[in-house]
């Protein structure tokens, strides 16, 4: 069943009904959409929301008559202004494409062409489709920079892609998508692989550029807050279906749907601290097995524990002479060796979750893989309880196994080629934590404890899917009886729903076995959720660090602060904030 | 377990059908080459069953010992039909085993490179450019030449010659592997080197290496062939099809083609057999195809 269709009105922009978009699959036609109505009015931003899999992006390319073969638009009708979109000859999708109804994509590295200048691409946009001269060209493309507020535009004008930072060239590719005073831009996750800061920045731009211009955009994202932030209305997709859709406050204020309810419950942001998400949700009832034997040198919960003493990271830089060459040509400094994390001291007391927060580039992770002793300081120490974590010489080693880490991405942190039965008891057997005769049943164990049938170990990890492999991710380091666990952005590549599964888990396991954790992420709902005390990063240093409450209520330093406001915020529901009443 | 990678890989291997012809040559020629004395009518390298007064006879004559030389005979009255196939048998081991060692030299050179880093890779890997930068065959050649005639010298100068092409493959690979997350899962637990870089590594880093080898063998196997037409491979008691080609040489202007002609289409058929068998596996194997 799909949901009603948006208000009717009569000067909608953009019509799109019924629309089913397949694929061949090997298994039958795969429905990515199957039966999505909207309409969009001029001016007016529509948030389209959904988890990986939904069809929200399948949606986006099919009004821009962008779907690959041998995907298909089976039936429906996308109207633009009355005018029927689907079957048009590529010839006059062209003359639309750009003009009328543009893109925005959500990685700008890709969609910038990495060697033509910015001018150049802005010029060929251009000469799509007007007829001018080279001196007018430039002007516009200079209008167009500094409509997006890029600095300085008759000089950047002439820079090529590489030299831009991501936010700047996600500004460009909008500053593109905008040339032509479009009726319709269609941002596809624009601001996902942006830093919150940046996102905060293009969101609230975007949304001024909309509204000056009286553009329809249509904003496709997984992300409830950001979408919030910036639609008018909502219509929220699972499974090629919109399930729910209406005026942006109603529905994330008083969700109809069971599954807009399930996405905005597995917020952390929306649950008070510690607590598990969406009714326990993912949550196994078999407990870990028992560790064999407790270290002597375990200090009491709450005691210093993990040390990490001035530690400094420096990565050499590019000395080679094509790489000063490549820099010399395109007219900018070679970067000089920096240090990716910059004098950091941390004490990690014993049971305790610590959240170390920053944007890309601070050095988290460099931080975490020195706290993990998978890379060594280039000076300073890491020490539990007060032993090394790994050897000194030319080529440190990592010498003890209390401290394991979980990494964020589970399709590339397991190997492809290993059993899961293997993956799981390989580090256990290699120190001799369990017997060979002992490891199926360890495995089994371990597969039951993080909510995996103890059937799979014969499997491989292209067999499951990113929550089930992040589960066991999770297994592996845990099997290893750690009393420490480093967890670099865990939850950062998964969806909601998934998300709230494996932050449960965490929470369950950890008060089981009493871990303490580093826990590194850019997402600051997450990490007030789980953390005791928090540690805010940036360039390298730590700018400021404290109980967790004490940061989200009273940040001291201008970054924290800044930081803070960033944070997309979903609207609660608070009475007397009821939306307007119309035809939903 | 059917949905093994393997079963996907030989299913999706079925769908070529050139490919899946040049396997079965392949196997067929290796098949001939294993069981070669009980299949061919005569030892081509037992002199003493070599009739001279039988040499350079056409395809199609029977000889003194009573059966069909379906191929003719060479110039010292060999059954050239046994000797191709004892010829390709030569072949294969010399471009098996040569290919062999290369792979695990060059694999395991690649690998332990990418593993450690900084200068000694940098320098392992310069030797191998260094290396790499001579062609094959001059190499080959020169090692010939010092070590001698034999087939252990010549798998010494072919596994020379070759291992660092594997070498290089290995650590390119490699070295993308050592940057991803599930070596660096290994490095947390912590595995040693050893297997990090024998059950972690290498078993990642084998796609390409195993493209090259098929390439490889079949380049050991031409570059043998050439070295022993140049006279610095086999002893000519123990013809291989270089040989054989080479023998045949002064007879081709003479009309008597059979005896460089049949050795070298077998060559022909043996090598573009396995390099439309490599190229297979490389498509099959670059990600750049799927998705």
Known sequence: ?584 | MSDTPFSRFLGDFRKNKVATGAAIVVALIVVLAVIAPLVTPQNPYDLAHLVLRDARRPPGYVGSAGYTHWLGTDSQGRDLLSAIIYGLRISLQMGVIAGAVAFALGALVGCAAAYVGGRVESLAMRLVDLQLSFPAILLAFVMAALFGQGRSQLILALIFAQYAYFARTAHGAAAAERQKDYVEAALSIPLSPWRVVFKHMLPNSLPPLIVVATVQIASAISLEATLSFLGVGLPPSEPSLGMLIANGFQYLLSGRYWISIYPGLALILFIVSLNLVGDQIRDQLNPRLHR
């Open chain 1, 1 to 584: 069943m799909t949901a009603p269709p948006f208000s009717e009105t009569r000067s909608a922009l953009l019509d799109v009904s019924n629309l089913k978009t397949w694929f061949p699959g090997d298994r039958g036609e795969v429905r990515a959409v199957d039966g999505v109505s909207f309409s969009v009015s001029p001016g007016e931003v529509l948030g389209i929301v959904g988890e990986s899999g939904s069809g929200k992006s399948v949606t986006g390319f099919s009004i821009i008559g962008l779907i690959d073969e041998p995907g298909r638009i089976v039936e429906g009708a996308i109207k633009l202004e009355g005018r029927e979109l689907i079957g048009l000859p590529q010839e006059e999708l062209r003359k639309i494409r750009g003009r009328i109804i543009s893109m925005v994509f959500q990685d700008p590295m890709a969609a910038l062409n990495p060697v033509l200048s910015i001018g150049t691409q802005i010029r060929l946009a251009l000469e799509a489709h007007e007829r001018i001269g080279p001196k007018e060209v430039r002007e516009r493309a200079i209008a167009a920079l500094a409509q997006v507020r890029i600095s300085e535009p008759e000089r950047k004008i002439d820079f090529f892609p590489h030299q831009f930072s991501g936010g700047m060239r996600q500004r460009v590719a909008i500053a593109i998508a905008l040339l032509h005073r479009p009726k319709l831009v269609i941002c596809d996750e624009p601001t996902t692989a942006l830093d919150v800061s940046i996102q905060a920045e293009i969101l609230s731009e975007m949304k001024a550029l909309v509204s000056d211009l009286g553009t329809a955009l249509i904003w496709i994202s997984h992300d409830l807050a950001t979408v919030a932030s910036i639609a008018d209305r909502v219509a929220v997709m699972r499974s090629g279906h919109v399930v729910e859709s209406g005026p942006a406050l109603a529905v994330l204020t008083r969700p109809q749907h069971d599954y807009t309810k399930t996405l905005l419950n597995a917020l952390p942001s929306r649950a008070s601290p510690g607590e598990l998400l969406l009714r326990s949700a993912g949550v196994p009832d078999a407990a870990p097995p028992a560790r064999k034997e407790v270290p002597d040198d375990v200090v009491a919960l709450g005691s210093p524990y993990l040390v990490i003493n001035n530690v400094v990271k420096t990565f050499a830089k590019p000395a080679g002479l094509f790489a000063r060459l490549q820099f010399g040509l395109a007219g900018a400094k070679p970067p000089s060796a920096s240090n990716a994390v910059d004098g950091v001291d941390i004490v990690l007391n014993r049971g305790e979750v610590l959240g170390v927060v920053g944007e890309s580039g601070s050095g988290k992770s460099t931080l975490g893989r020195m706290a993990a002793g998978i890379i060594a300081p280039t000076s300073g120490s890491v020490r539990l309880a007060g032993q090394p974590v790994m050897s000194s010489g030319t080529m440190p080693r990592k010498v003890t196994t209390r401290i394991q880490t979980i990494f964020q991405d589970p399709f590339a942190s397991l190997n492809g080629r290993m059993r899961i039965g293997e993956i799981l008891s390989e580090g256990p057997l290699a120190h001799r934590l369990i017997s060979r005769g002992e490891a199926p049943n360890y495995v089994r164990q371990w597969l039951a404890a993080v909510g995996l049938d103890p059937g799979y170990a014969n499997r491989f990890p292209h067999q499951f899917s990113g929550g089930q492999r992040q589960r066991i991710a999770i297994a592996r380091a845990l099997a290893m009886q750690p009393d420490v666990v480093v967890c670099d952005e865990p939850v950062a590549s998964l969806d909601v729903s998934i998300q709230a599964q494996i932050i449960n888990l965490l929470i369950r396991l950890r008060s089981e076995l009493d871990l303490s954790l580093i826990f590194i992420s850019h997402d600051l709902s997450v990490v007030r959720h789980l953390c005791d005390r928090v540690v805010i990063m940036r360039r390298g240093r730590i700018v400021e660090q404290g109980a967790a409450e004490a940061i989200y209520a009273r940040p001291q330093n201008e970054y924290t602060k800044r930081l803070l406001a960033a944070m997309p915020m979903l609207p609660r529901s608070v009475a007397g904030l009821e939306p307007a009443t119309g035809p939903l």
